[in-house]
């Protein structure tokens, strides 16, 4: 949340009476961490904010970029989805369909999916048709399952890896991992600067800015208030964030299958003799080793209108993204697809040749831990309030960008006024952690240890932190 010291511009002194306990003893130590944490880590914290504000706002800047592709002003009925899917596959008759997205509303095109083996992981390419004129309107490549398109994709890569692939994962893992970490222990210093200027019968503010302060007290009204304010979003968007880290992220997901707490999905595996085609591979149509049959894709091209209709009476009526197999064995996938205010997604598995709805995942059904991360993630990405979530995100993006800045301030102002032209803000006086106790200390290590095993990347850069203090604190005191 910050860069620098979040306490009084002088020591405190302890002071007698009710609230005289051990928790004194722990600030100087939050300070040191809030301190070191801001200074290094918060560099990386201002590029996540900068570039998720933009992540924020992506979807509705797509919908202005792409607008050609998106919609049309063609009215009337439209034609059947099979007719639709014909057409963009004579536009790249060298690939092969995989999916479609039915247009949900008048005015929307529909998006044609294609396997295509030039584009990146998690990339498939999109053909859009009007579906009143079945006239294709271009074609894009679309990456995951939100299916975005170029511009979000190219934000969402910056966001996460800053374009820099696996190995630049490692600065929004350690933005994510540390975020939390600055947020709670600046509230924590906030609350007991105010508890201690409360005390002494001054005027003290919690939640709003005293203006009538200057200099240095008034950046920290600001640095504090505001950092208080938004501690809550950014404990959120740092734990959400951790689901998509490359460590954390893949000891997370552990967890949740040890906890029987992983997403639900349908089996879309046939019975019967489209199994016995599948060669031994059963509900696994879709892997490697079996060739896409165009025979069958075909057919099955031919059946997705009956098919999506057979969803809509399993009750799946918003926007659904249908899975067209090329393959024997397996039953045509129909899943709803995350959209403004809508806060579950049902999935059915239907075979192609019966009708019949073989399989089907409700949200309802799914396990709370499940529904929670879901439900986290919409939020994260922008998209469950729509427009509402994206301009409050952009919001908390630029909340905490002056957060930060106004912390560098406060560091730079911190620093000597005579001697090296190169001096900057002293940090906090060393040997907190001795001062809390040897209980306390080693309670304080182990929570450490545990949690830097779960989150590598804080405890490895944690570690970092200790030995740079250490070694300063030698040279130090080798000076001396």
């Given at each position: 949340?910050?860069?620098?010291?979040?306490?009084?511009?002088?020591?405190?002194?302890?002071?007698?009476?009710?609230?005289?306990?051990?928790?004194p003893a722990l600030r100087p130590l939050?300070?040191?961490?809030?301190?070191?944490?801001?200074?290094?880590?918060?560099?990386?914290?201002?590029?996540?904010?900068?570039?998720?504000?933009?992540?924020?706002?992506?979807?509705?800047?797509?919908?202005?970029?792409?607008?050609?592709?998106?919609?049309?002003?063609?009215?009337?009925?439209?034609?059947?989805?099979?007719?639709?899917?014909?057409?963009?596959?004579?536009?790249?008759?060298?690939?092969?369909?995989?999916?479609?997205?039915?247009?949900?509303?008048?005015?929307?095109?529909?998006?044609?999916?294609?396997?295509?083996?030039?584009?990146?992981?998690?990339?498939?390419?999109?053909?859009?048709?009007?579906?009143?004129?079945?006239?294709?309107?271009?074609?894009?490549?679309?990456?995951?399952?939100?299916?975005?398109?170029?511009?979000?994709?190219?934000?969402?890569?910056?966001?996460?890896?800053?374009?820099?692939?696996?190995?630049?994962?490692?600065?929004?893992?350690?933005?994510?991992?540390?975020?939390?970490?600055?947020?709670?222990?600046?509230?924590?210093?906030?609350?007991?600067?105010?508890?201690?200027?409360?005390?002494?019968?001054?005027?003290?503010?919690?939640?709003?800015?005293?203006?009538?302060?200057?200099?240095?007290?008034?950046?920290?009204?600001?640095?504090?208030?505001?950092?208080?304010?938004?501690?809550?979003?950014?404990?959120?968007?740092?734990?959400?964030?951790?689901?998509?880290?490359?460590?954390?992220?893949?000891?997370?997901?552990?967890?949740r299958a040890a906890l029987h707490w992983?997403?639900?999905?349908?089996?879309?595996?046939?019975?019967?003799?489209?199994?016995?085609?599948?060669?031994?591979?059963?509900?696994?149509?879709?892997?490697?080793?079996?060739?896409?049959?165009?025979?069958?894709?075909?057919?099955?091209?031919?059946?997705?209108?009956?098919?999506?209709?057979?969803?809509?009476?399993?009750?799946?009526?918003?926007?659904?993204?249908?899975?067209?197999?090329?393959?024997?064995?397996?039953?045509?996938?129909?899943?709803?697809?995350?959209?403004?205010?809508?806060?579950?997604?049902?999935?059915?598995?239907?075979?192609?040749?019966?009708?019949?709805?073989?399989?089907?995942?409700?949200?309802?059904?799914?396990?709370?831990?499940?529904?929670?991360?879901?439900?986290?993630?919409?939020?994260?990405?922008?998209?469950?309030?729509?427009?509402?979530?994206?301009?409050?995100?952009?919001?908390?993006?630029?909340?905490?960008?002056?957060?930060?800045?106004?912390?560098?301030?406060?560091?730079?102002?911190?620093?000597?006024?005579?001697?090296?032209?190169?001096?900057?803000?002293?940090?906090?006086?060393?040997?907190?952690?001795?001062?809390?106790?040897?209980?306390?200390?080693?309670?304080?290590?182990?929570?450490?240890?545990?949690?830097?095993?779960?989150?590598?990347?804080?405890?490895?850069?944690?570690?970092?932190?200790?030995?740079v203090d250490t070694a300063v604190g030698?040279?130090?005191?080798?000076?001396?």
């Open positions: 949340m910050s860069t620098t010291d979040l306490g009084t511009d002088r020591p405190v002194p302890p002071r007698s009476g009710p609230d005289r306990s051990a928790a939050m300070l040191r961490l809030h301190f070191y944490a801001g200074i290094l880590v918060a560099p990386f914290i201002l590029i996540a904010a900068v570039s998720g504000g933009l992540y924020a706002l992506a979807p509705t800047i797509e919908q202005l970029v792409y607008r050609d592709q998106l919609h049309t002003d063609a009215t009337g009925p439209a034609v059947p989805v099979a007719e639709q899917i014909r057409v963009a596959a004579g536009q790249r008759p060298d690939l092969t369909v995989t999916a479609v997205r039915p247009a949900a509303a008048p005015g929307e095109t529909t998006r044609v999916l294609f396997a295509d083996p030039s584009l990146g992981e998690s990339q498939r390419l999109a053909v859009f048709v009007d579906p009143v004129t079945a006239r294709p309107l271009g074609e894009l490549a679309v990456y995951g399952s939100s299916s975005a398109l170029p511009v979000r994709t190219w934000i969402s890569q910056l966001h996460r890896h800053l374009h820099l692939g696996e190995p630049g994962r490692l600065y929004s893992e350690l933005a994510a991992s540390w975020m939390w970490v600055i947020a709670l222990g600046g509230v924590y210093l906030w609350v007991r600067r105010y508890r201690t200027v409360r005390a002494r019968h001054a005027q003290a503010r919690l939640l709003t800015v005293d203006r009538t302060a200057t200099g240095r007290s008034r950046t920290l009204g600001w640095h504090g208030v505001v950092g208080v304010w938004i501690a809550v979003g950014l404990v959120f968007l740092s734990a959400t964030g951790l689901t998509w880290s490359r460590f954390a992220g893949d000891n997370i997901a552990e967890l992983k997403t639900p999905t349908v089996d879309a595996t046939l019975t019967g003799g489209g199994a016995a085609a599948a060669t031994g591979h059963e509900g696994h149509g879709g892997h490697a080793g079996h060739a896409a049959d165009p025979g069958l894709l075909d057919a099955n091209i031919a059946r997705i209108d009956p098919v999506l209709d057979t969803a809509a009476a399993a009750g799946l009526t918003g926007v659904v993204e249908a899975s067209i197999p090329a393959r024997p064995g397996t039953a045509f996938t129909v899943a709803e697809t995350r959209q403004p205010w809508v806060y579950g997604i049902d999935s059915v598995a239907v075979d192609g040749a019966t009708g019949e709805v073989v399989d089907v995942s409700r949200f309802a059904d799914w396990p709370l831990a499940a529904q929670l991360t879901w439900w986290s993630i919409t939020l994260h990405m922008g998209i469950m309030f729509g427009l509402v979530t994206q301009v409050a995100l952009a919001l908390l993006a630029v909340a905490l960008i002056t957060v930060v800045l106004r912390g560098y301030v406060m560091w730079w102002r911190r620093r000597p006024t005579r001697g090296s032209a190169w001096a900057v803000g002293r940090a906090p006086a060393r040997g907190a952690l001795r001062r809390i106790g040897a209980g306390p200390a080693v309670a304080i290590g182990v929570a450490a240890a545990v949690v830097g095993w779960f989150a590598p990347v804080l405890g490895l850069s944690l570690l970092a932190f200790l030995v030698w040279r130090m005191r080798g000076r001396a």
